[in-house]
């Protein structure tokens, strides 16, 4: 009798990388009886599908009731990328309930914040890694991490999180308050798009003086939108990032499906998070046709790179990507990473299922 599937994490909204790629990977999967253990901010129903409005307090009678002997993929942060009070239970009912902890690491910035943990946080962490069955890593440097660094003894899978996009080319309508929001976006002479939260990690600040360096440089009508995943915020990072630039339009949590939309209505894409486990955003962009500026992280083939932070490496490859001509490349790296998203789902379905899936 095969085992028991379960994929945990979070569900959009808000419209995080992680919860973008847990509901993709669900609806993927759902006819094969993947069943999906989730939070997020509005609630979920289906037949494979148990929601909880309160993770910390409904997780652990959900596993009582339905985990022994499954098979767990997680994608939560609280048990190994923020470990919480919760690990201890958590590794007792593994033992008890004899099911597999697969743990999917997306958290581009855990190795640089390991260190910084405290004592207590440090010691749930070493009990969280140490109780995994094994380990699937998003990106090669949480790979070189996991074996080179902190030597774990499990398996360690290299997975990206780049998956097939099911309505990556289906024609979509923007919401009413969408489009009024985007008039006078879509009326600049040039488009510029980036999508994060409002906090410094993000680099919202970097991408606001470069777009003004611009548009003083190049006496040039370049309008900004800010796509806010609302994940975290900083208001007074806020207040700078928007300070004194009315040329600067704000959506927060735009369904994923209407991203694609507003991509293809843009110029210019700019990803300036410094902590990139993977990226799924400037894959995204490219496949809809975009040209790409991003930090040295995460993905970075068929773009224009910067060091995050450098304001002045970040307005010339912007200069770059808004001067046009790259569209035969980019249409290229489109096809490249479309093959490479569909190999990166039988790879992860092969993982969740324990089998092999031969190509068809």
């Keep these: 009798m095969s085992k028991k599937v379960v994929l945990l994490g979070p569900h959009p909204p808000p419209y995080g990388g992680v919860s973008i790629y847990t509901s993709t990977l669900f609806e993927f999967l759902k006819n094969r009886d993947l069943c999906l253990w989730t939070y997020g ?3 979920l129903r289906g037949p494979q599908v148990r929601f909880m409005r309160d993770k910390r307090r ?3 009678p959900l596993v009582l009731r339905e985990g022994r002997g499954a098979r767990i993929a997680d994608c939560t942060h609280f048990l190994v990328e923020y470990p919480s009070a919760l690990v201890p239970l958590w590794l007792i009912l593994k033992r008890l309930l004899r099911f597999e902890w697969i743990k999917i690491v ?17 010691a749930l962490f070493r009990l969280a890694v140490g109780g995994v069955t094994e380990f699937v890593a998003v990106g090669e440097e949480l790979e070189r ?8 003894k499990q398996k360690v899978s290299l997975v990206k999180s780049l998956l097939p996009v099911p309505h990556l080319g289906a024609e979509v309508v923007l919401p009413a308050d969408a489009e009024a929001a985007l008039a006078s976006y879509l009326r600049r002479g040039k488009k510029v798009c980036s999508v994060g939260a409002f906090i410094p990690d993000y680099g919202f600040l970097h991408v606001a003086e470069a ?5 003083r440089e190049a006496c040039e009508d370049i309008g900004l939108l800010l796509l806010d995943g609302d994940f975290a915020a900083d208001e007074r990072y806020r207040a700078e990032v928007l300070r004194d630039r009315e040329w600067i339009v704000v959506l ?22 410094g902590l990139e486990s993977y990226g799924l955003s400037r894959v995204e962009a490219i496949w809809c046709g975009l040209a790409v500026v991003a930090t040295r992280a995460g993905e970075t083939r068929g773009m224009l790179l910067y060091d995050f932070g450098d304001v002045d490496g970040l307005t010339a490859q912007l200069k770059r990507a808004l001067s046009g001509g790259r569209g035969r490349e980019m249409r290229e790296w489109a ?20 089998e092999v899936i031969s190509d068809k």
């Design 41 to 43: 901010d509005e609630e």
């Design 58 to 60: 409904e997780l652990v």
């Design 106 to 122: 997306h958290d581009g910035s855990l190795p640089s914040r390991h260190g910084r943990f405290n004592p207590v946080r440090r």
């Design 145 to 152: 991490w996991l074996r080179e660094e902190l030597r774990v």
């Design 211 to 215: 777009v003004e360096r611009l548009r």
């Design 252 to 273: 927060k949590n735009v369904a994923h499906p209407n991203v694609f939309e507003i991509f293809r209505r843009s110029d210019a894409f700019v990803r300036a998070f």
């Design 335 to 354: 096809a490249r990473y479309q093959q490479e998203a569909e190999e990166n789902l039988r790879a992860i379905t092969e993982k969740l299922f324990n």
